[in-house]
């Protein structure tokens, strides 16, 4: 990949979100796929205009430039200020009042403002639950299709048809991009950290061929989630607790990897490694957290980060206190994926026949790499090697990522 391809994908992903939040803001979020062209068009044009100039000492501030100048382009050739509000349509009339008007939202504190009402538009109680998450992690994060399909255990179609139902959704229904307040607040609130939730689930365990951790992504969750506990109306436990398990989950980057790029389990990281600030920082919004009354899974997962994070040795987690964990989540989220983990703490905790007994009903995991994966690890521990090796051969074909399969591979050659 060139370098102008590598820089276009790292600024889609820090940028795009960006420019699509603020030009939605200006168009108005049912022309939300009017801002999805212009942000599209200035992508196109800066890979087209660096591949023969060179990449401009400041490509952000070239990226936006452009976007302001297309902007413009569009509001005098279609008159799409005449779609505009009524009150921002006055505001438009002359040339000058335009310039200045997006000059003004393309400023750091506008953009971020516009990117929480972004966020809130997304998840209007007009729209399903999982179209609100889709729409956060296609719209903001910059999410491709099978990322997004990867994060709701579904497929592409699944997710194609879905965005297309959303768009006709935008276009017909009035809504408003504002932050809410009273009882509105919360029930979005939740969606939008669930969306947060995927997104950092999907750079932390990427499926990408060649890339362990999707670093970016795990950044861009980190800095949504910041973005939503400096505004006086989401600065909520809740809000503090997933920030905690990300800033926990975070610390163990450089330790999840070897030189090679192979995957180094938890039980087998050098915890040295670990980054002290970072586990400080989820130390500090757990504490955050504590200050209120409801317990939410964030919480609860957050709180079994701190005791990894915590551990001396892996020898010397406290796997049952993982297990009580896990079984307060369970019953707050009775998700397959909690039921998992809460079968992999017991395997740890009480031995590995109890994690197979605790793993086994649960069939609808069958296609899931780890799944197989965990299986193979408790029977190996029994010297059930035929057994084990059919899981790991199972899991090797599941997998997508080059580092999973090296790991797999490994294991069935340790047998």
């Not at 505004?231 to 999840?256: D, G």
């Not at 990897?257 to 400080?280: C, F």
């Amino acid at each position: 990949m060139t370098e102008v391809h590598q820089l276009a994908e790292h600024l889609f992903r820090h940028e795009s979100g960006k420019m699509l939040a603020v030009l939605t803001r200006l168009f108005g979020f049912p022309n939300y796929d009017t801002a999805r062209d212009v942000v599209q068009d200035t992508l196109l044009a800066a890979m087209q205009h660096w591949k023969v100039h060179g990449i401009p000492d400041n490509p952000t501030g070239w990226l936006y430039a452009t976007a302001k100048n297309k902007v413009l382009d569009r509001l005098r050739r279609e008159r799409l200020h005449d779609e505009l509000s009524v009150h921002l349509s006055h505001q438009l009339q002359s040339e000058q009042a335009m310039q200045q008007h997006i000059d003004q939202l393309f400023l750091e504190h506008e953009i971020e403002d516009s990117q929480l009402r972004m966020m809130f538009a997304c998840c209007h109680p007009s729209l399903p639950p999982e179209a609100q998450i889709t729409l956060i992690l296609r719209t903001l994060c910059g999410l491709s299709i099978p990322e997004i399909a990867k994060a709701f255990l579904s497929n592409d179609e699944t997710i194609n048809k879905r965005l297309y139902r959303i768009k006709d959704k935008i276009r017909s229904t009035p809504i408003d991009l504002d932050v809410p307040t009273g009882n509105e607040l919360l029930p979005r609130l939740d969606a939008i950290l669930k969306a947060i939730y995927l997104l950092f689930n999907e750079g932390y365990t990427s499926q990408s061929p060649d890339l362990l951790i999707r670093k970016d992504l795990c950044e861009e969750a980190l800095r949504l989630g910041t973005l939503l506990y400096q505004h006086r109306y989401t600065a909520l436990p809740k809000t503090a607790a997933l920030l905690s398990l990300m800033y926990f989950q975070a610390s163990r980057f450089e330790a999840r990897q070897d030189e090679e790029g192979n995957i180094v389990l938890l039980a087998h990281q050098n915890r040295q490694k670990w980054h002290p600030q970072l586990i400080k920082q989820g130390i500090y919004y757990l504490d955050e957290a504590s200050r209120g009354d409801e317990i939410s899974s964030y919480h609860l997962e957050a709180a079994i980060a701190s005791y990894h994070a915590r551990a001396e040795t892996f020898e010397k987690t406290n796997w049952q206190a993982i297990t009580y964990l896990y079984r307060l989540l369970e019953q707050i989220n009775p998700s397959s994926m909690v039921q998992f983990n809460k079968a992999i703490a017991i395997g740890f905790a009480d031995g590995p026949q109890r994690g197979i007994d605790a793993l086994l009903p649960l069939t609808n995991l069958a296609k899931n790499q780890y799944y197989q994966v965990a299986l193979g690890d408790f029977y190996a521990q029994l010297s059930q090697k035929a057994t084990a090796k059919a899981h790991y051969e199972t899991a090797i074909q599941l997998t997508t990522s080059k580092a999973e399969w090296q790991l797999i591979w490994k294991k069935i050659e340790a047998l």
